[in-house]
């Protein structure tokens, strides 16, 4: 079956713009991950949705980060005001219900700010 | 700060050698995972151990935990070049969310 799908693959922007990066999950997977990842570092987690749960956004570094997830399935990172720091890749990873024993991962986009 | 640390952070050894990759972490877990990373992309999941197990095997993979230490191994033997990747350990402490090292960058030399 499909994995988990990240679009786009690659996205360059100006400083101080917003961009929207979208993730979709396994089907049937209900709890889906955000994580973002600086050159050569591990994972930052950002943000977790389980199902029809308020979303765990202990993980975003500032109130210009935020994520939807629609109909429990799709999901939307929105960062505005873009930054340089900013530039990373952001992953996006789905599991089943029953926990996050194992997580799997679209390919990410890889964000430029310039 | 992160709950695991991969070491070393880099490593770099001859096709056919062993490879050994250790993590450490801070907190009472549930289980321990690896994850290779290739090119920077997405993750995969390789192997899971649960704080009950001190050994797991999966193919030319072989994780070892040890809790009392809160830290974990995880050898690749007769390595081959597709095995060159960066490889994470992520800890499962509960709160539904795992908390990733900053990895070990894995290159097999042919």
């Known amino acids: 079956g499909a994995g988990v799908s990240q679009s786009p693959s690659n996205k360059v922007t100006e400083k101080g713009k917003d961009v929207e990066l979208r993730c979709d999950p396994i089907?049937?997977?209900?709890?889906l991950y955000w994580y973002r990842q600086s050159l050569g570092q591990g994972l930052e987690f950002l943000i977790y949705f389980q199902g029809n749960s308020a979303p765990d956004k202990s993980g975003l570094p500032s109130d210009r980060f935020s994520a939807e997830r629609t109909g429990g399935s799709v999901s939307t990172l929105t960062i505005q005001r873009t930054q340089q720091e900013d530039s990373a890749v952001y992953l996006c990873?789905?599991?089943?219900?029953?926990?996050?024993?194992?997580?799997?991962f679209g390919p990410g986009t890889r964000l430029l700010v310039l | 700060s992160q709950q695991g640390e991969e070491d070393p952070q880099a490593l770099s050894i001859q096709e056919g050698e062993n490879a050994t990759m250790n993590c450490s972490y801070k907190?009472?877990?549930?289980?321990l995972q690896w994850y290779r990373q290739n090119s920077g992309r997405g993750l995969v999941h390789l192997i899971l151990i649960r704080s009950n197990e001190r050994e797991k095997h999966s193919g030319r993979l072989r994780v070892t935990l040890d809790t009392s230490k809160k830290s974990s191994s995880l050898l690749i033997t007769a390595s081959r070049a597709a095995d060159t990747a960066s490889y994470f350990c992520?800890?499962?402490?509960?709160?539904?969310?795992?908390?990733f090292g900053q990895g070990t960058r894995l290159t097999i030399n042919p």
């Open positions: 907190t009472s877990i549930n289980n």
């Open positions: 990873a789905s599991s089943p219900e029953w926990g996050s024993e194992t997580q799997y």
């Open positions: 089907s049937g997977h209900t709890a």
């Open positions: 992520a800890t499962d402490a509960g709160a539904q969310k795992l908390v």
